[in-house]
């Protein structure tokens, strides 16, 4: 039997019309929603402005985590202490701060970052996952492009706590959660972003058709 995931991290929700949905899916399913955010490209396609990220997060019910991108995500790892603070109402921010992986002192600015403001952070590998376990460790090779992995690294036993992106949509999470092969009981996420859009929107309908391949039709 194959061993789910923890919960789903449905990443680039982009408008607020979509909240009543996302609460009646979050009700029957584990999700975290993603919301990416930059404040050089705030109102782009896939970044909401502020006054969007307010109206999602004031919503009731929703786990959320921000993916902060750019110059922001820069500062984090640089100076964590003087950076400015993610959006309030968020659990988890993700620091994508470069696609070349994160050193030591990196790592440890993230996890600072972190507690002074109360979430967890989450940073990208793109080979096995490290041991620090300061930081949520996510596997990506795709950063949004939808590409998927030739191999997925191991879940170790002990350890930081561990999510998989890469190439994710409907059509491919059962066969991804296969090769994945996660040990029974073991505890982690996966990511997606690309594959659950239409015409470059979020399709909460896909969202919903990977929560039945992952989960089945049962309520959370």
Known sequence: MIQPPAFIAFTGVDRA???????????????????LVDPARAGEALFPDAETRRALLAG?????????CGAHARAIVADPDGADRAP???????????FGGSDAAQTAAAARFGRRHGVRTVLQCTGAFPADSGVDWLFDVSFGTGVRPDAW???????????????????TVAHVLARIAAPAGALYWIDMESRIRTD???????????????????AA
Do not use: M, T
């Not at 690294?153 to 059509?171: H, K, N, R, T, V």
């Open 153 to 171: 690294p191991a879940l170790a036993a002990a350890g930081p706590f561990c999510g998989y992106s890469g190439g994710l949509g409907p059509d």
């Open 17 to 35: 019309a979509l909240l009543p949905g996302l609460q009646a899916l979050s009700a029957r399913y584990p999700i975290e929603w993603g919301l």
């Open 200 to 218: 470059g929107w979020l399709d909460l309908a896909k969202c919903e058709a990977v929560c039945r391949a992952v989960y089945g039709a049962g």
């Open 60 to 68: 009731e019910g929703l786990r959320w985590a921000a993916h902060v």
């Open 88 to 98: 309030a109402g968020v659990q988890r921010v993700q620091v994508n701060h470069g």
